[in-house]
């Protein structure tokens, strides 16, 4: 079984600040890892992920996260954030291929002025 | 191109009914998910779709809940005689097999009340 943790069920930052977000993970097996974004009254939105090969994985809107095998994390980060960053954000895992993903239960950064 | 569209958006619905709620995914994508998104439990899986077979409903919190795929395009989750515990975001997220990424692409949800 697979099992996400995610520390922070919530996260304020002042704006331009940099923030980190962190996500353990549990698995018997090797994993693949995202990070997804959801902003108020959408649906989730990808922000990056990490199949293999290089270890800092860089996505959108100037996220980035880095994948440590040896401590079980994928922990997110931005080094300097912006109001319109406020959102919950979600870590994720699943097996390679077609497996449902397993979620942490989200940490909401919230980005004040 | 179009992405996975959900309907309906919004859905207030009395005790006892039963209520269907649909995704279309996106073209081509043979893989079909659909999650369910509520404050006390966090997203959680509830079936998976591979064309028209469900190889995994282990995510069905009870018999009341069905879904189904159709051409290997749309889908409907089917919530029988609804409790107040249902009330949740239900999200459909669909992928395309055999990409290295497996990457899912959700809609925007459904959110379901039930009164």
């Known amino acids: 079984a697979q099992s996400v943790t995610q520390l922070d069920s919530q996260v304020p930052v002042f704006e331009e600040a940099p923030v980190e977000l962190r996500c353990n993970y549990s698995?018997?097996?090797?994993?693949?890892l995202f990070w997804y974004v959801q902003y108020p009254n959408q649906g989730l939105q990808l922000l990056l992920k990490y199949l293999s090969g290089s270890t800092l994985v860089k996505g959108i809107n100037g996220f980035e996260a880095e994948f440590n095998k040896s401590q079980t994390s994928f922990h997110l980060r931005k080094p300097s954030v912006h109001i319109s960053d406020t959102a919950e954000y979600f870590c994720?895992?699943?097996?390679?291929?077609?497996?449902?993903?397993?979620f942490g239960k989200g940490t909401r950064l919230s980005v004040i002025a | 191109g179009a992405g996975v569209s959900q309907s309906p958006s919004n859905k207030v619905t009395e005790k006892g009914k039963d209520v269907e709620l649909r995704c279309d995914p996106i073209?081509?994508?043979?893989?079909l998910y659909w999650y369910r998104q509520s404050l006390g439990q966090g997203l959680e899986f509830l079936i998976y779709?591979?064309?028209?077979?469900?190889?995994?409903k282990s995510g069905l919190p009870s018999d009341r809940f069905s879904a189904e795929r159709t051409g290997g395009s749309v889908s409907t989750l089917t919530i029988q005689r609804t409790q107040q515990e249902d009330s949740a975001v239900y999200l459909c997220a669909s992928s395309l097999m055999g990409q290295p990424s497996y990457e899912q692409y959700f809609g925007p949800g459904t959110r379901l009340t039930v009164t």
């Open positions: 073209s081509g994508h043979t893989a």
């Open positions: 994720a895992v699943n097996s390679p291929g077609n497996t449902p993903l397993v």
């Open positions: 779709f591979q064309g028209n077979s469900a190889p995994d």
């Open positions: 698995s018997s097996v090797s994993v693949y």
